[in-house]
């Protein structure tokens, strides 16, 4: 099972662009790289996945290296509400069947200061 | 709009009850998982389904045990509750079927049991 890595907490301000990145040093072929989003006292959601290079939504870009051994989430001009714990998961896709899909690590707390 | 519901948002036990958890998805996902989490530990996956009346052992299953007995609900059972099992559960819900990437998380069940 491929182990996650990333930092425990970040601050950063309003207006600022976040990087948060995640080492997986030993993912698989068939491994996806999801990240979810988690505020207090409310369940994970899923921010963005991808494979490999880059992947873009509204919300959030992936930064997929070619070989895959980590991954940055960017969070563009965050705002105080981003503020949240951000966990990486390396897994099977969904497809699969497979519970590794949704292995969490323990996170990376990030605080958005005014 | 895509729903994961867990019956209790708050839950106090003794030592010793039958506790009975409970989650339900409106998705018609084949897979579903219960989760605890804890400061300091993140997300650990207690048991996963991926089929009715189907289950596979998480990281945790110890002292716990699970029911599918339709696509919809899964069921999370304390058999005997110790004070160790005080925690935030949470359910999610995923497709097997391409192109849903994503899991979707209920509100998660706050229990104590003293």
């Known amino acids: ?114 | 709009d895509v729903k994961v519901t867990q019956s209790s948002r708050y839950l106090v036990k003794r030592t010793g009850e039958k506790v009975f958890l409970e989650c339900v998805q409106d998705m018609d996902h084949e897979n579903m998982f219960w989760y605890r989490q804890d400061p300091g530990l993140g997300l650990r996956l207690i048991y996963f389904s991926y089929d009715v009346k189907m289950k596979e052992k998480g990281d945790i299953p110890e002292g716990y045990s699970v029911s599918r007995e339709k696509k919809e609900r899964f069921s999370l059972i304390l058999e005997s509750a110790s004070t160790n099992q005080t925690s935030m559960y949470l359910c999610a819900s995923s497709s097997l079927q391409p192109p849903n990437t994503e899991a979707f998380f209920g509100q998660g069940t706050r229990l104590t049991v003293v």
């Open chain 1, 1 to 114: 099972l491929a182990k996650t890595t990333q930092p425990i907490s970040m601050d950063s301000y309003e207006g600022q662009e976040v990087n948060i990145t995640c080492s997986h040093n030993n993912i698989a072929t068939n491994d996806y790289i999801t990240w979810y989003q988690q505020f207090p006292s409310q369940g994970p959601r899923f921010i963005i996945q991808g494979y490999k290079t880059k992947v873009t939504n509204e919300v959030a870009s992936l930064f997929i290296p070619a070989d895959r051994k980590s991954s940055t989430l960017s969070l563009p001009r965050v705002s105080l509400s981003d503020t949240a714990v951000y966990y990486c998961l390396v897994g099977e896709g969904p497809s699969s069947g497979s519970a590794r899909q949704l292995t969490f690590g323990s996170g990376t707390q990030l605080t958005v200061l005014p």
